[in-house]
């Protein structure tokens, strides 16, 4: 009976990749949102030293996926395609740890009711211009977190649910599947750098607002 479930709700997928996708996105962006508003009390109250802990581990994730990002690319590249396949399954679910994670850290970091601010230190000749520049790359990085999810959940979709020659004959995944591998790619670099930046280049303060 489970199996039957399990090929039953496969086939569904199959057959509304689309509707599958926005279904999921929608509940992402709800868990995220909901987290950053409070309305989820359901994280332990964190110290500084945990958060900070945190965003260290959550980088080592970020790094690794990066990595395993560009090696699925390569290997694609190269027609090694179980190889590719190995490399973004671990790829996503680096992602789903980092997203655990990162739940974690921003619902348990603030208090109740309160907002964490991190609040970049930039000194020396060049503060304005370093400044900036780790500003945009925030920008970006946020900006392509946020727009990549359902063109990376369609491309998993259509690889999960589809044949290696389907997806070469029957659906966008190649397309779709370079747009995705570039955008969450140079999305988890520009994290990793600014993470750099942030915690060994330069310092930061933790400052709370109540709203």
Same mark, same amino acid.
């Given at each position: 009976?489970?199996?039957a479930d399990a090929s039953g709700a496969l086939a569904r997928v199959r057959r509304h990749?689309?509707?599958?996708? /926005?279904?999921?996105?929608?509940? #992402? @962006?709800?868990?995220? !949102?909901g987290t950053f508003a409070g309305v989820f009390p359901i994280f332990p109250e964190l110290t500084k030293g945990q958060v900070n802990?945190?965003? =260290?581990?959550?980088?080592?994730v970020n790094t690794v996926a990066t990595a395993?990002?560009?090696?699925g690319w390569y290997w694609i590249r190269q027609n090694e395609v179980r190889r590719h396949a190995a490399a973004m399954v671990t790829s996503f679910a680096l992602i789903l740890v980092f997203l655990?994670?990162?739940?974690? *850290?921003?619902? %348990? %970091?603030?208090?109740?009711?309160?907002?964490?601010?991190?609040?970049?230190?930039?000194?020396? /000749? @060049?503060? #304005?211009?370093? *400044?900036?520049? @780790?500003? #945009?790359?925030?920008? !970006? =990085?946020?900006?392509?977190?946020?727009? &990549?999810v359902p063109v990376v959940l @369609?491309?998993?979709?259509l690889a999960a649910t589809h044949s290696v020659e389907e997806l070469r004959s029957e659906t966008p =995944?190649?397309?779709?599947?370079? !747009?995705?591998?570039? &955008?969450?790619?140079?999305?988890?670099?520009l994290g990793v750098v600014t993470y750099v930046l942030l915690n060994w280049v330069y310092t930061y303060e933790f400052v709370q607002v109540s709203y």
């Open positions: 009976m489970a199996t990749p689309k509707a599958t996708v /926005a279904v999921v996105s929608v509940i #992402g @962006y709800v868990a995220v !949102i802990l945190l965003s =260290h581990a959550i980088a080592v395993s990002l560009a090696l655990v994670l990162y739940l974690l *850290k921003v619902g %348990g %970091g603030p208090g109740e009711k309160q907002i964490l601010i991190e609040s970049t230190m930039f000194l020396g /000749a @060049y503060a #304005g211009t370093v *400044k900036a520049a @780790y500003l #945009g790359m925030l920008a !970006i =990085h946020i900006f392509l977190s946020v727009v &990549s @369609y491309a998993i979709t =995944h190649r397309k779709v599947g370079r !747009i995705a591998a570039g &955008s969450w790619l140079l999305s988890l670099s």
